[in-house]
């Protein structure tokens, strides 16, 4: 069975990530720090909050950084707030973000309704790991106040049409992220957790 | 594009779900009536979300509660907002540890802000559902908390003027009048909304058919429409009441029921 851990900063609902996690088949163990060993297959960083408590509360929680304990190539999913935690930084705060994938995180327009809430359809622009087997207008569900802006594009797997085109999926070498909640979006988020799993 | 939400609400009070009509309570049956009377494994593909509110009239156990949210989390995967009688940080984080992804609150909109603002900082706006119950009273839209029985002095334009700066992620609009009594939503309440209204809104209170849900999501004022009537859509209710929206041109989710059989299947 493979093992993984979601690392839990104290800002929400982890119980349906973990428990999404366990029916697709792995274990699961939550951490609140990285000053342990890594002794897990992959990693997930979940997705409710603010930047800036969510940041802190891993770097005052922890000694050992993100990067060393990711540094053996260890897979780590970023769900919504943890997707934008990859990036260098976000308009939601002031504190600095992993710096993974090159770019940064922004508000949504102001022409629509802030936030973008509900569920919206998958344009896939490229085949990726954690999309495999992901139909183009699947259905996922959307709660967010900002988007990642890459500063290359091809990072980008999959898109969403908010009345501006909004990353929905990134994938840079062991990094995955989607800006919507797989946990909450049944079949298609299942599908998705299931092939993050089987690549580790 | 973002679709419009179909949302099932359930009322609990003591460990029991709750028929409500005009904010008056009828104890239902407990978590077993509504997983035998809703196919739970099923219901996600009907709708978009749950809104779980402890509307216990006596003194309210958060522990049981939360058990309950528990409950429904594992029983099926949709989005979930719960909340009934939130004051405090530390209850919104022991709701969220619950399954919860959303916490809906009224009274302290009114009685606290501040703890409003705590909530959006450490959680985020998105994580803040702003319940708002309106009766009409001498032809005037009143605002009322407390489950009803207390009457705000703001009408209910300022009110909803004023919740535009909250740091909120949607409005629960709920009527009192027509709550639990299957008339039909009552529309003119969307029309006390301000023209630049940039908050995600969900209508709630009345309704009895598929139609009435059609009729609220017609109104382009309108993100979602809520019921929460255990009798009118029971059984499967609630899929028939999709099929015919989505037959009528209804831009809602569409879920693959086959996929998720399949997934199912190799999963077991």
């Given at each position: ?50 930047f ?32 934008e935690?990859?990036f260098?930084k976000s308009e939601e705060g002031v ?9 940064e995180i922004i508000v949504l ?36 106040s900002y988007r990642?802006k ?51 | ?268």
């Amino acid at each position: 069975m493979v093992n993984v851990a979601i690392f839990d900063y104290g800002a929400g609902n982890i119980f349906s990530l973990k428990n999404s996690l366990e029916q697709a088949g792995a274990s699961v163990d939550v951490i609140t720090s990285f000053d342990q060993p890594n002794v897990y297959s992959g990693l997930l960083l979940p997705g409710v909050g603010n930047f800036d408590p969510a940041i802190k509360s891993i770097n005052e929680n922890s000694k050992t950084q993100f990067h060393d304990f990711v540094k053996e190539n260890t897979p780590v999913l970023g769900i919504c707030l943890g997707m934008e935690m990859f990036f260098e930084k976000s308009e939601e705060g002031v504190e600095k973000g992993f710096n993974v994938i090159d770019g940064e995180i922004i508000v949504l327009p102001s022409t629509m309704k802030v936030p973008h809430m509900g569920w919206n359809n998958l344009e896939i622009k490229k085949p990726g790991i954690i999309l495999d087997g992901v139909d183009n207008g699947s259905w996922v569900y959307f709660v967010h106040s900002y988007r990642a802006k890459p500063k290359f594009d091809d990072v980008i797997t999959a898109e969403s049409d908010y009345g501006i085109k909004v990353p929905a999926v990134v994938e840079k070498n062991n990094f995955f992220g989607t800006q919507f909640h797989p946990e909450k979006s049944q079949t298609n988020g299942l599908l998705l957790l299931r092939n993050f799993l089987q690549d580790l | 594009m973002l679709k419009k939400r179909v949302i099932f609400t359930l009322l609990y009070d003591s460990g029991s779900f709750m028929l409500s009509r005009n904010f008056r309570l009828q104890r239902v049956g407990k978590l077993d009536w509504l997983q035998k009377n809703y196919n739970f494994s099923q219901i996600a593909f009907s709708i978009d979300e749950l809104v779980v509110l402890d509307v216990s009239r006596n003194e309210r156990d958060e522990e049981k509660f939360c058990h309950h949210v528990r409950s429904l989390n594992d029983s099926c995967f949709v989005p979930i907002a719960a909340g009934g009688g939130v004051r405090t940080l530390d209850q919104v984080r022991t709701l969220l540890q619950n399954g919860a992804d959303k916490v809906v609150v009224n009274t302290l909109l009114s009685e606290d802000p501040e703890v409003v603002r705590e909530i959006s900082i450490q959680y985020g706006r998105q994580c803040i559902v702003a319940a708002v119950d309106v009766k009409e009273v001498n032809g005037e839209f009143s605002v009322w908390t407390e489950n009803g029985t207390v009457q705000q002095q703001i009408g209910l334009a300022q009110w909803l003027e004023d919740l535009q700066s909250f740091p909120i992620g949607e409005i629960y609009l709920n009527s009192i009048d027509r709550d639990g009594t299957g008339q039909g939503f009552h529309i003119e309440l969307l029309d006390c909304l301000p023209v630049q209204a940039e908050i995600p809104l969900i209508l709630a209170g009345g309704a009895g058919i598929p139609s009435h849900l059609g009729e609220g999501l017609k109104n382009s004022r309108a993100d979602a429409v809520a019921t929460a009537h255990l009798f009118n859509f029971v059984g499967n209710g609630l899929q028939k009441a999709r099929i015919e929206l989505l037959d009528e041109g209804f831009d809602l989710a569409r879920w693959d029921v086959q996929l998720a059989n399949s997934l199912e299947e190799v999963l077991a």
